[in-house]
């Protein structure tokens, strides 16, 4: 199948600059756990604590890309979670959760690059998928089960059938990642002042830790779309 990402002229208007990384992988098995990957996952949390640990959560809060985050969710009045999550692991010595391979490997991506992503079954994603941004009419229900309407301005995707992420409110349950997943697609949102180079590295990354437990899986689709503007920070 030739995967198409139709991007409305809304969202290209209201974020110059933005970009949008979308990874298909075929044959990506999804263990509870991989040696392989359990190693590598160690060898981040070091990594992470060796960058941040001496400047603590400003050293964090100065990162370029986290600033970027930043700034989108202050629109809404949130606070960027990975910022949260990169704080327990490289500043408190929190262990990077313990998940299955498919949600492990994008969580150790977003971890390193600090780049939001979300993973789906790519089997339950009904084609077409469009980038557009919320009217705040829209709604879906989340992966925790609760309907959620989407906040109006924030950027999501959807497929044929509905809603499958938003920024603010991350993933949907409808295409959310079980045990039997063999086929996954990962979309990485980058608000502006990041660029294309950042979240294109991001996703190569994501196939990286993947193929850690899933050596057989195949990319099916990888590909970035900008919107016209600043190109914004390099990748890491």
Do not use: C
Not at 130 to 135: E, G, M, P, S, T
């Amino acid at each position: 199948m030739e995967w198409i990402l139709n991007i409305s002229e809304a969202w290209r208007e209201a974020y110059p600059g933005a970009a949008v990384g979308v990874l298909a992988l075929r044959d990506a098995t999804n263990p509870a756990g991989h040696e392989g990957l359990a190693g590598r996952k160690a060898e981040l949390e070091q990594e992470l604590r060796e960058r941040f640990g001496g400047g603590g959560r400003a050293a964090i809060k100065a990162d370029p890309i986290i600033q970027a985050y930043s700034r989108y969710y202050k629109r809404f009045r949130k606070t960027y979670h990975v910022l949260l999550q990169l704080e327990s692991v490289a500043i408190k010595g929190k262990p990077i959760p313990n998940v299955a391979a498919l949600v492990a490997a994008m969580f150790m991506a977003e971890l390193k690059h600090g780049l939001l992503t979300a993973v789906h079954d790519l089997d339950e994603v009904a084609p077409p998928i469009r980038l557009d941004v919320a009217a705040g009419s829209e709604s879906f229900v989340r992966i925790n089960g609760q309907e959620q309407r989407l906040k109006q301005g924030d950027m999501y995707i959807a497929d044929a059938q509905g809603i499958l992420s938003s920024v603010i409110y991350g993933p949907d349950k409808r295409t959310r990642i079980t045990p039997e997943t063999r086929h996954a697609l990962f979309t990485t949102y980058a608000p502006p002042g990041i660029g294309e180079t950042a979240v294109r590295q991001h996703m190569q990354d994501i196939q990286g830790f993947v193929v850690l437990s899933a050596p057989e899986a195949v990319v099916d689709w990888m590909e970035v779309y900008h919107a016209a503007g600043e190109s914004g920070a390099a990748a890491r």
